[in-house]
């Protein structure tokens, strides 16, 4: 390798893509495509890197399989940037055997890792930690390491486990500090954010307030009865109820829960539940056989009891009972959650990521721009929609995956 080629990936190692463009700028032969191709990345400009990553893989051919392998990384982590979550993870894969069976322990590591950021964008927790298993964090360069501990952290804070993802933060931080990347240290700052950020609302007694992740947590080891109005599932301690697949049920509960200890009016619940505007005797009876499917559904959690006016909530111990739900309630929070990442998402990586259906999604989309609350450029299939992070707005609760303290 020539004294210009190894510069130009000195200064992208370092951040520095200007630097590297310079050495190589002028050059088609398949390491300095490559180069161009990375650094153009690095500026913001994908789809000329991508372009010129296939070129540099074209070169290469079969006989240099590691720096091809190592172009296929480049594309796939281009294409993880840019959201197009229907990017072949199979490709991915081989790429990283590729470099682990030549001895490429460093890029095999850095393949690994962008596997398990799609996986922690697409709420696969549990093959996002398998993956990470077979890291060794102390033996990669700072850079890498960094990446590492910023995806640790993505996976605490998805399952709530908040002084292992402050933990993960901080390491991650000093790696970056350590690499002497300013934008990745403006990543992981920007990233850490949400430990501090207003997480979800508490409703308990008429008052409301907000509260920070960590708080989320202690409230769901407390023992009390919570109605999660942000994953639409009740629970107390381990025990959980999922409702997100029965709405009235959910709503039933969370009517109740927000007057407790009082009990609720037949004529709001039937409001509340069935969206009626006048209750009539038929609106009564399935009133009444929706409460009874929820007193099964809630079985040694709590009971619903019949009052003069209406229904009330009695939990089966001493605990206290409160609602969770997102500071700010849209019937288009989850697509909302996702880009206040502040990443370009395009509409089928969005479906992908939520399990929705193209269509849902692109309605939600489209009224969400009438709303004035996202944008978009581009058209067909380049179109990516974007949002400017609201503030207070929660990024965590509403994203796929498993049901934390579940």
Do not use: Y
């Not at 032969?29 to 650094?39: E, F, H, K, V, Y």
């Amino acid at each position: 390798m020539d004294s210009l080629i190894t510069a130009a990936a000195r200064a992208l190692a370092t951040g520095d893509p200007l630097s590297a463009l310079k050495r190589v700028a002028l050059r088609d032969d398949a390491p300095a495509l490559a180069l161009r191709g990375i650094a153009m990345a690095q500026l913001g400009d994908f789809v000329r890197a991508r372009a010129l990553l296939k070129s540099a893989a074209r070169a290469f051919g079969t006989r240099e399989a590691v720096a091809k392998a190592r172009c296929v990384v480049a594309q796939s982590e281009i294409a993880l940037v840019s959201r197009e979550l229907g990017w072949p993870p199979a490709a991915l894969a081989a790429a990283r055997a590729t470099l682990e069976a030549h001895g490429d322990p460093v890029n095999a590591a850095h393949a690994r890792i962008l596997e398990v950021r799609r996986l922690l964008l697409v709420g696969r927790l549990d093959e996002a930690e398998r993956f990470l298993e077979g890291l060794e964090p102390a033996l990669l360069p700072p850079a890498t390491r960094a990446a590492c501990a910023l995806v640790v952290a993505g996976i605490m804070v998805r399952r709530l486990r908040t002084q292992e993802a402050a933990v993960s933060f901080e390491e991650a931080k000093l790696a970056a500090h350590a690499a002497g990347i300013p934008a990745l240290s403006a990543e992981i700052a920007n990233a850490a954010r949400i430990l501090t950020a207003p997480a979800a609302r508490l409703i308990s007694a008429g008052q409301e307030r907000l509260l920070r992740l960590d708080e989320v947590e202690t409230l769901f080891a407390s023992g009390a009865l919570v109605i999660d109005a942000c994953r639409h599932v009740v629970r107390r301690g381990g025990t959980l109820v999922p409702l997100a697949s029965r709405p009235v049920l959910f709503s039933l509960v969370r009517a109740l829960a927000e007057v407790w200890p009082n009990d609720e009016r037949r004529s709001v619940l039937i409001a509340r539940a069935f969206r009626g505007k006048h209750a009539d005797e038929s609106h009564r009876a399935r009133l009444r056989v929706e409460i009874g499917r929820l007193r099964q559904e809630l079985t040694g959690l709590a009971d619903v009891q019949a009052t003069k006016r209406g229904f009330a909530l009695t939990p089966s111990g001493r605990e206290d009972v409160v609602v969770i739900a997102p500071p700010l309630e849209d019937r288009d929070s989850a697509v909302l959650a996702l880009l206040a990442d502040g990443e370009a998402w395009s509409s089928s990586a969005l479906s992908i990521a939520l399990g929705a259906s193209p269509r849902t999604v692109q309605r939600a989309l489209e009224h969400l721009e009438r709303a004035g609350r996202v944008q978009f450029f581009g058209k067909g299939r380049a179109r990516r929609w974007l949002t400017v992070p609201v503030a207070g707005f929660p990024t965590v609760l509403l994203l796929p995956g498993p049901l934390p303290g579940g």
